[in-house]
C-alpha cells in the first residue's frame, strides 16, 4: 500500500492550495480517507475525513466552512480543498486511510489517536505574509 501527498507550498493568508493525495495497493472504496496536519510542537490533529464509498463527511471545527475534501474513486485519489487559509493553518499535512468498519468521525478519531491505518508522507503547508 502506498499514499502520496502532494500540492503544499507557501501561500498568503486568505489564498487557497488544494492537495493531492494518490493510493495504490488498496481497495479505495473500502476504507476511510482522511487529512491530518502537524503543526511544529504540536500534535497530530485530525483535518477532515471522507468515506470511500458513500462519501460521509467530517471536519474538524477550526476547518469547517474553509475546507473541502473530496474523492474521485476512478483515479484512487483524495483532495483537500483549502480555501482562506490562515497562518495558523501552517503544517505538514498527512493523508492516510482506515478500514471502513464504522462512523467516519469515530474512525477519523482513531487514526488521529492512534498508530493505525496506512499514511502517506506528508506536504508542507505555509501560511505567510
Known amino acids: 500500500v502506498q499514499l502520496q501527498a502532494f500540492g503544499g507550498g507557501l501561500v498568503q493568508p486568505g489564498d487557497s492550495l488544494k492537495l493531492s493525495c494518490s493510493a495504490s495497493g488498496i481497495t479505495f472504496d473500502q476504507h476511510v480517507w482522511g487529512w491530518f496536519r502537524q503543526a511544529p510542537g504540536k500534535g497530530r490533529e485530525a483535518v477532515s475525513c471522507?468515506?470511500?464509498?458513500?462519501?460521509?463527511?467530517y471536519y474538524s471545527d477550526s476547518v469547517k466552512g474553509r475546507f473541502t475534501i473530496s474523492t474521485d474513486n476512478a483515479k484512487n485519489t483524495v483532495y483537500l480543498q483549502m480555501d482562506s487559509l490562515k497562518p495558523e493553518d501552517t503544517a505538514v499535512y498527512y493523508c492516510?486511510?482506515?478500514?471502513?468498519?464504522?462512523?467516519?468521525?469515530?474512525?477519523?478519531?482513531?487514526?488521529?489517536?492512534?498508530?493505525?491505518?496506512?499514511w502517506g508522507q506528508g506536504t508542507l503547508v505555509t501560511v505567510s505574509s
Open positions: 492516510a486511510a482506515i478500514w471502513n468498519f464504522g462512523p467516519v468521525e469515530s474512525l477519523c478519531n482513531v487514526l488521529e489517536t492512534r498508530d493505525s491505518g496506512y
Open positions: 471522507i468515506s470511500g464509498n458513500i462519501g460521509d463527511k
